[in-house]
């Protein structure tokens, strides 16, 4: 991937991933797990892992959409699956990273409404986050795009030696019936 410029330019443009972002996605990723708690993995994932793995999400009908400015790839959002019962097909999880220079300049806040947008046109009925307690930045940018509170795990993981809490956030996103079974 080029190096993202300290000071970024231009409008950015969200758009669906392709598998050529891998590499500059996965970048953005990687440099998470290395250096924060935005992401609980302890290892950087190859290319070729993070490929399949943006593949497979696409495939099955889930969002990976990707912010760009300045012609290089800033950011990323994504929907998975939150739990693989039946019950829960019409709730998703959602994640957002943002290249250092990316952030703290409303780039997170167009990311993540556009995915909201999507999430909504594709009928899905709720959408979570799994933000580490510790994480102002990302737990005040779900706030002001209308996620709640939805519940505190106290030490449910670790990361840098040290136990983690992780906060539940969560939008509903439309008051619909529920299916029948």
């Known amino acids: 991937m080029a190096r993202t410029a300290d000071r970024l330019t231009g409008e950015a443009v969200i758009r669906p991933w392709q598998p050529a972002d891998s590499e500059a996605t996965l970048a953005i990723f990687n440099q998470a797990v290395r250096e924060t708690t935005a992401s609980w993995e302890s290892r950087p994932h190859s290319v070729a892992e993070w490929s399949s793995w943006g593949q497979r999400l696409v495939a099955d009908g889930f969002l990976f959409l990707v912010a760009e400015q300045s012609g290089q790839?800033?950011?990323?959002?994504?929907?998975?699956p939150f739990r693989p019962?039946?019950?829960?097909?019409?709730?998703?999880?959602?994640s957002i990273f943002l290249a250092p220079p990316a952030q703290g300049q409303g780039?997170?806040?167009r990311l993540l409404a556009e995915l909201i947008g999507?999430?909504?046109?594709?009928?899905?009925h709720a959408l979570l986050a799994a933000i580490d307690a510790?994480?102002?930045?990302?737990?005040?940018?779900h706030a002001k795009l209308g996620f709640r509170p939805a519940g505190?795990?106290?030490?449910?993981?670790?990361?840098f030696?040290?136990?983690?809490?992780?906060?539940?956030?969560?939008?509903?996103l439309n008051d619909d019936p529920p299916p029948s079974d």
């Open 85 to 94: 019962s039946p019950g829960y097909n019409r709730t998703a999880e959602s």
């Open 134 to 141: 510790t994480n102002q930045a990302s737990l005040g940018l």
């Open 152 to 159: 505190h795990l106290a030490e449910v993981g670790h990361k």
């Open 73 to 80: 790839v800033v950011g990323y959002a994504t929907t998975s």
């Open 161 to 172: 030696g040290r136990w983690r809490d992780l906060i539940l956030v969560e939008l509903v």
């Open 118 to 124: 999507q999430v909504r046109h594709q009928g899905l």
């Open 107 to 109: 780039l997170g806040q």
